[in-house]
């Protein structure tokens, strides 16, 4: 008679995988019942925001909608973006106000320059982490009433404007504020 030592370390392992994976989806839904995001990503420092009823305005975190391009569509294949619940099975992505209506705008490899005054961590990278080839946006305007540069100012690998450009204001859903964070 042979005895499987393994069913049941394998049958505990499967009910742990099950509990944590509910847990989660219920945390999830709780999470947007009560108007809280979580950030899992290195975009923007991990942990809770918050959506308020604020103005969008520079230095303040946003959750939007990315418009449905080829840039977003390569983004969503090579799992830089979540797909979600946007247009184009995008997921809502969290990223800062840098600049809005009436500032000045240069985007180019060696980085973003708003107002003339360089950002940090904005430089970009020619290629990611598999040297797949990344998008080189370039840019020189004012920007308009309805235009917002939205990055990550913590993390120099981040996929923001400095490979997809411009937000419109149509795209933005939220101001959202950290409630709890924490460094990874």
Known sequence: MKINFMKKPIKILAVLILT??????V???GARISRIYINTTPSLPVGFYRIVDE???SGVYVAFCPPQNAVFDMAIDRSYINPGDCPGGYGLL??????????????DQAGIYVNGKHLPNSAQLTADV????????RL???????EY????DVNPQSFDARYFGLIARDQIRQVVRP??????
């Not at 944590?20 to 989806?25: I, K, Q, T």
């Not at 020189?140 to 309805?146: I, N, R």
């Open 20 to 25: 944590l994976s509910v847990s989660l989806f």
């Open 27 to 29: 945390l999830s839904i």
């Open 55 to 57: 103005p969008i305005a």
């Open 94 to 107: 969290l990223k800062r106000v840098f600049a809005q209506s009436g500032d000045t705008v240069f985007i």
């Open 130 to 137: 598999e040297d797949q080839p990344l998008p080189q946006y």
């Open 140 to 146: 020189q305007a004012v920007l308009g009433d309805a």
């Open 149 to 152: 540069l939205l990055l990550s």
């Open 179 to 184: 409630i709890f964070i924490w460094s990874y």
